[in-house]
């Protein structure tokens, strides 16, 4: 079935440090991928998405590459702000899954000043 | 600015009573989803809805129940709480399309069952 696997939390960095969140997945038809952010109190919101393969989705300062060759989606953001702490949330959709997205387990993110 | 309101953001209810989360989008969303957020589980959908009166049973409908009598509103429903049920639980919405779109969540509604 269709799945996404984000690297274990939590993590601490300190402020302009370069971010990484692993995330890779399976699917049995043509995903859209995205991450999906979380702030303190709040519902998730969109961070970013790619839509096809090799496309780069990007918003404030983050990224991330759909990779079919090796199925991932790894965020990156090259120095990160204290702004940034959050859960970030990788997900999965598909033509064959319908309306029904997949989510990974979420990832916590703190920065340090 | 869109929006899709949840109308509790804490609740304590007790073991053995209903329950009612209620969800409204103002944006004229066709989809409609309901998950519940628990530490090292991620998101888990429990019902979600593509239309009026429609529902499909999502992951973990084991306990739940949903209604969606009119297209901005979709409730949850606990028909008997128990405290396994205690979560977070979040609301979400998207066009018809979502698989090329984004959803639209909720702040999300903490219930404690006792």
């Known amino acids: 079935g269709d799945s996404v696997t984000q690297m274990e939390g939590p993590v601490t960095l300190s402020e302009e440090a370069f971010l990484t969140i692993n995330c890779t997945y399976t699917a049995t038809g043509y995903p859209s991928l995205f991450w999906y952010v979380q702030y303190p109190g709040e519902g998730l919101q969109l961070l970013l998405k790619?839509?096809?393969?090799?496309d780069k989705g990007s918003n404030k300062g983050f990224e991330a590459t759909y990779r079919k060759e090796t199925t991932s989606f790894h965020l990156e953001k090259g120095s990160v702000q204290v702004s940034d702490s959050a859960v970030y949330f990788c997900?999965?959709?598909?033509?064959?899954?319908?309306?029904?997205?997949?989510f990974g387990t979420g990832t916590s993110l703190t920065v340090i000043p | 600015d869109v929006k899709v309101t949840q109308s509790s953001r804490y609740l304590v209810k007790r073991t053995g009573e209903k329950v009612f989360l209620e969800c409204v989008q103002d944006?004229?969303?066709?989809?409609m989803f309901w998950y519940r957020q628990d530490p090292g589980l991620g998101l888990r959908l429990i019902y979600f809805s593509y239309d009026v009166k429609m529902k499909e049973k999502g992951d973990i409908p084991e306990g739940y129940s949903v209604s969606r009598e009119k297209k901005e509103r979709f409730s949850l429903i606990l028909e008997s709480a128990s405290t396994n049920q205690t979560s977070m639980y979040l609301c979400?919405?998207?066009?018809?399309?979502?698989?090329?779109?984004?959803?639209?969540f909720g702040e999300g509604s903490r219930l404690t069952v006792l």
């Open positions: 790619a839509t096809k393969a090799d």
């Open positions: 979400a919405s998207s066009l018809p399309s979502a698989w090329s779109g984004e959803l639209f």
């Open positions: 944006m004229d969303h066709e989809n």
């Open positions: 997900a999965l959709i598909t033509s064959n899954t319908g309306n029904q997205f997949y």
